[in-house]
């Protein structure tokens, strides 16, 4: 069984400061896990992805996350927010278990708000 | 963004009627995903196509019939829904690996039942 939980589900920051958007996983297998963005009105957009390579992923726009297994955490920052940063963000985790797929399981999302 | 495509963004419908979802996938992948994302709630798992075939339905109800004519198209045709399934339906693909496989998403329909 798999599960993610995003510690907050709403995170106000001013542009220029620091972005930690935090997200615990458990899993029975060795995840892979991501992070998407949801712009009003659009899609999921993929910002990163680890699958047990490097614990220190790097994504799009500036964004990077750390896999801490001791921690089964994979929190999301960014150094500097800007204003287009503002979206929802989801942290997935999935486990191949043995399927030819891996079964995407959703947290509940962060609302990020960037004050000017 | 064009990876994935989906039409109608928009639908409003009334509870006796049909209508289908589409999505087309232009990324080469071999499997196709309906997703139900409604407020407040995580996004849902409904159906999975690996190379045509359904693998996973996720209890959703009949209401819902998916088809997947190619590796490349995915309808969802909707009869008679309530408006408890007003929310936005999000069609996604992947290219099968053996391990797990990233997922691209489309722009979603937003569908009001009314």
């Known amino acids: 069984a798999q599960s993610v939980t995003q510690l907050d589900s709403h995170v106000s920051v001013s542009e220029g400061t620091p972005v930690l958007l935090r997200c615990n996983y458990s899993?029975?297998?060795?995840?892979?896990l991501f992070w998407y963005v949801q712009h009003p009105n659009k899609g999921l957009q993929l910002l990163l992805k680890?699958?047990?390579?490097?614990?220190l992923v790097k994504g799009i726009n500036g964004f990077e996350a750390e896999f801490k297994k001791s921690e089964t955490s994979f929190h999301l920052t960014k150094p500097s927010a800007h204003m287009s940063d503002a979206a929802e963000y989801f942290c997935?985790?999935?486990?191949?278990?043995?399927?030819?797929?891996?079964?995407?399981?959703f947290g509940q999302g962060t609302i990020l708000t960037v004050h000017p | 963004e064009t990876g994935v495509t989906q039409t109608p963004r928009h639908l409003v419908m009334g509870m006796t009627n049909k209508k289908s979802l589409k999505c087309e996938q232009h990324?080469?992948?071999?499997?196709m995903y309906w997703y139900k994302q409604s407020a407040k709630k995580p996004l849902e798992l409904m159906f999975v196509?690996?190379?045509?075939?359904?693998?996973e339905n996720n209890s959703v109800p009949s209401r819902f019939s998916p088809e997947c004519p190619n590796s490349s198209h995915l309808f969802l045709h909707l009869h008679t829904l309530q408006p408890e399934d007003s929310a936005l339906y999000l069609c996604?693909?992947?290219?099968?690996?053996?391990?797990?496989?990233?997922?691209?998403f489309g722009p979603g329909t937003r569908l009001t039942v009314l």
């Open positions: 990324l080469g992948h071999n499997a």
């Open positions: 996604a693909s992947s290219h099968l690996s053996g391990i797990t496989d990233t997922q691209y």
């Open positions: 196509y690996n190379f045509k075939e359904q693998t």
């Open positions: 899993s029975s297998y060795s995840p892979s």
């Open positions: 997935v985790v999935s486990d191949a278990g043995g399927t030819s797929y891996g079964k995407l399981t």
């Open positions: 680890y699958t047990s390579a490097a614990t």
